[in-house]
């Protein structure tokens, strides 16, 4: 059975640094120098992997990388107060990288730049954005990316048994990726029955749970779960919801959707009454 595993995005990116930020890059020439604490101030998170990187064309740069399960209307604004916080504190050019590794909800649209103008003044981040079920499982086995080889499932053309029994074999060959295969068997999960992956894998998939990806995904499930019924009984007491209010929706918290559910169903729970789907969007702001 695979043993419980660090799988987290620093872990996964020190595997191969340089191939790594010449993927994210598109450089051939650049190499990661070292890897950076990304704590700054009262703000740290998992996902953030921050990479001191040279090129012969570029001097010292950072490569900021934020891998994200599944994309979130927040992200170009998180992306912007990272990349200045990271130019800030170590004084270098900051190339910043989103990888979201699961498709949003059909009610995002991904961007790779935040955008404001207040009074004039305006405020602008770009940044690469990398959707990894846009990626060719191919270039991970040819480059090759051993940071990528628990995500070959999800990857296009990785879906197939033949492709994830290839990615395992690459894990089980080295020491130091064979404890990845709880994450491989993780996303295999999300394009196989879980059958097959358990004869693929040899193991009981109760080491699923092991991983951190597991609990994120479960409680996305649930938020989306909250959010579907939530819009159902507006629907039935209001008719057609526009589709800028169920936008707003997004990323609420099950504790949020369930205080907003007993406003729309006031007269059983005591919530907030309300009589419109106007009165109702009034407090989502409360």
Known sequence: MAKAADIGSKRLISLAPDAWVQWVTQCPEVVAKEILGSEFQWISRETDVLVKAYSASHGDFLVLNELQLRYTADMPLRMRAYAALAQERYRLPTYPVLVNILPPP?????????????????????????????????????????????????????????????ALQVLRADAQ????????????????DTALVQQIMRWDMAVLRESPWYQEIEQRGVQQGARRQLIRVLQRRFGEIPHEVEVRFEGESVEQLESLMDSALAELTGGIAVNSLEEFVSILSI
């Open 177 to 192: 990726l064979n404890q990845l295969e709880s994450l491989l068997a993780f996303f295999a999960s999300f394009v196989l």
């Open 106 to 166: 059909s009610t995002l649209t991904i961007v790779n730049s935040y955008e404001q103008e207040f009074l004039g003044l305006r405020a602008i981040q770009d940044y690469r954005v990398i959707n990894l079920w846009e990626i060719d499982a191919e270039i991970v086995f040819q480059q090759p990316l051993p940071s990528l080889l628990p995500f070959v499932p999800i990857l296009r053309g990785g879906g197939e048994a033949s492709v994830v029994q290839r």
